[in-house]
């Protein structure tokens, strides 16, 4: 018994002499990542299409958070549930987020907290002097 | 407690709880309840995500000009901070699982002061904020930043969603002070290293939701 363990624990060894090297590299990915997206983050890169900045930003988000789960994370070496666990955690971020936009894209101007009717709605009808029907006043 | 005395449980692992007929089925719940723990962390700041992006929907000019005036190099200073610190929690964990108990430390040592360098940073960051008067809902005053609407919105959630954060560096970074303990004491040898793996875990994901409060705060 004694013997099985040394060589599994010789065997795990093994398997982890050779990726402190692919930490390093996932570490100078990292830090070229965050240099890179400081860098293109408050540049303005709207001329190439509308919301250029923020895809921009999340593309190199999920890339460093992949990186992270997948190298750091050990998730490349783990069991096949653990990774169902977490990718439904995403999943259900993902439902999260996409019903709500579903929600916002498809709303009416009038129910936007930004919505100011006196510029962009229809014309606001404003009580004056007492009369309660504001139309035709000329 | 010797495990040489020849009967049937003579290879019972010293850490292997009664409830549990192998170290392997061990470590596996271990590793799967941990994993879930995440998936609910993932999912407590998915909350807060959600708000951020509906109120930068309603609010896009405010949310735009209220993100520039964050300090983006103590962002980026943050952030290297963490993924450098993510990169020696993770040869921490190795170090334990080849058996170089002086490097493990080490890189512990290293791991905990990246925790209170990321909070001394943030620190500043709010003394800041609270000089400027940049803060959440009617404590808001700040004057350059008045004519956008809802931008005391915009502090409540920077505040939460990085006071929440901070708050998990705090627990991770105890989290690392007691698994150092455990590792200079001998507890935590190649044989058994589960509550290092756990705890550089739950490092990571304190690194994973900085990486994206970093760029929607501070960016974009």
Known sequence: MAEATTTDSAHANDAHQHSTKSYFVVWIILLACTVLTVLTGRTDLSHLFPSANIVLALTIAVIKASLVVWYFMHMREAAGTNRIVFVTSFVFLLVMIFGVFGDLWTRSPMTLPYHTPTTEGPEIMVPEGGHHAPAHHE | ?220
């Not at chain 2, 799967?32 to 609010?59: C, D, I, N, P, Q």
């Not at chain 2, 006071?163 to 058994?192: E, N, Q």
């Open chain 2, 1 to 220: 407690m010797s495990s040489s005395d020849g009967h049937a449980h003579s290879s019972r692992h010293p850490h292997l709880a009664e409830h549990f007929e192998t170290i392997q089925q061990q470590d596996y719940a271990a590793r799967l309840g941990m994993w879930l723990f995440l998936g609910t962390e993932v999912l407590l700041f998915a909350g807060l995500f959600l708000g951020y992006t509906v109120y930068r929907h309603f609010y896009h000019a405010t949310w735009h000009a209220c993100s520039q005036a964050l300090n983006v190099w103590m962002g980026m200073g943050n952030t290297l901070v963490l993924i450098s610190s993510s990169l020696t929690v993770a040869l921490a964990l190795w170090a334990v699982r080849v058996g170089k108990k002086n490097l493990a430390i080490g890189m512990l040592v290293f791991t905990i002061i990246c925790a209170i360098g990321f909070l001394c940073i943030k620190y500043l960051e709010y003394k800041h904020k609270f000089e400027l008067g940049e803060l959440p809902g009617k404590w808001f005053r700040a004057e350059e930043l008045m004519q956008y609407p809802a931008a005391n919105m915009y502090f409540t959630i920077y505040f939460l969603t990085t006071g929440l954060h901070a708050f998990h560096v705090i627990v991770a970074m105890s989290v690392l002070i007691w698994v150092m303990k455990g590792i200079i004491k001998g507890r935590y040898t190649p044989d058994y290293f589960v509550p290092v793996e756990l705890g550089a875990l739950y490092w990571h994901l304190v690194d994973l939701v900085w990486i994206f409060l970093f760029p929607l705060l501070y960016l974009i």
